[in-house]
């Protein structure tokens, strides 16, 4: 199983772009999940989803997208990019009835 | 909502000595209580956990404890290692169904010194 994958690794945006990060696994988890890290700010939730079709806000939603059309599949878009948004993501997911979360490698992202 | 905060936020201990990061949550309900390490440039990985229901869970030189009546829990790490230097987040989560979620911590730097 390759877990939880995230593409790009690395990606520099200018402020008004839009762009799509990639997230997938192939644990057949219901549960899929995106996080931002910021320095000194932890791990903040983005948005989230429990099956395919369902999708729901999480702690800092604002700016992003998402859709959930199949169970291993769940991109984060970005519609405008804003240098707020320079971060690094994290998307993540579990099994239902699961307590424990799998993480991606994570994509680092800079908007100038 | 629920609210997760760690004390210190920075933590340097010699080689051999033992260190403790200790959370505090908010939420009452929240019944499970994982631990991350997040090394440098990498994703976080979870390192032990425990539920409400148990007070104290050990794997080899790491160790939590919760005290659901003060609503706090605490990571020891016994015997530390130049390679335990990394950032610890705790989190805690109500339930596993549809609309439980987890809540981290700010982070811990824990540094470790040879």
């Known amino acids: 199983n390759a877990g939880v994958t995230q593409t790009p690794k690395f990606q520099v945006l200018k402020t008004g772009q839009s762009m799509t990060l990639q997230c997938a696994q192939d644990?057949?988890?219901?549960?899929m999940s995106w996080y931002r890290q910021d320095p000194g700010m932890g791990l903040r939730l983005i948005h989230y989803s429990v099956g395919a079709g369902i999708t729901d806000q999480g702690e800092v939603p604002n700016g992003y997208n998402v859709s959930r059309s199949t169970t291993e599949d769940f991109p984060l878009r970005l519609l405008s990019a804003a240098p707020s948004q320079t971060s690094v993501y994290f998307c993540?997911?579990?099994?239902?009835?699961?307590?424990?979360?799998?993480f991606g490698p994570g994509t680092r992202l800079t908007v100038t | 909502g629920e609210n997760v905060e760690q004390h210190p936020s920075t933590l340097s201990v010699q080689e051999g000595d033992s260190a403790v990061i200790k959370c505090t949550y908010s939420?009452?309900?929240?019944?499970?209580f994982p631990w991350y390490k997040q090394e440098l440039g990498k994703r976080p990985q979870l390192i032990i956990d425990?539920?409400?229901?148990?007070g104290e869970k050990k794997d080899q030189r790491i160790a939590v404890t919760l005290n659901k009546t003060a609503k706090h829990f605490s990571l020891h790490i016994t015997e530390t290692q130049p390679e335990d230097s990394a950032v610890y987040f705790c989190?805690?989560?109500?339930?596993?169904?549809?609309?439980?979620?987890?809540?981290f911590g700010k982070g811990i730097t824990l540094s470790v010194r040879p």
């Open positions: 939420d009452s309900a929240s019944n499970y």
């Open positions: 425990i539920r409400s229901n148990v």
């Open positions: 993540a997911s579990r099994e239902q009835g699961s307590y424990e979360q799998y």
């Open positions: 644990m057949n988890h219901e549960y």
């Open positions: 989190a805690a989560q109500w339930r596993t169904g549809a609309n439980s979620k987890l809540t």
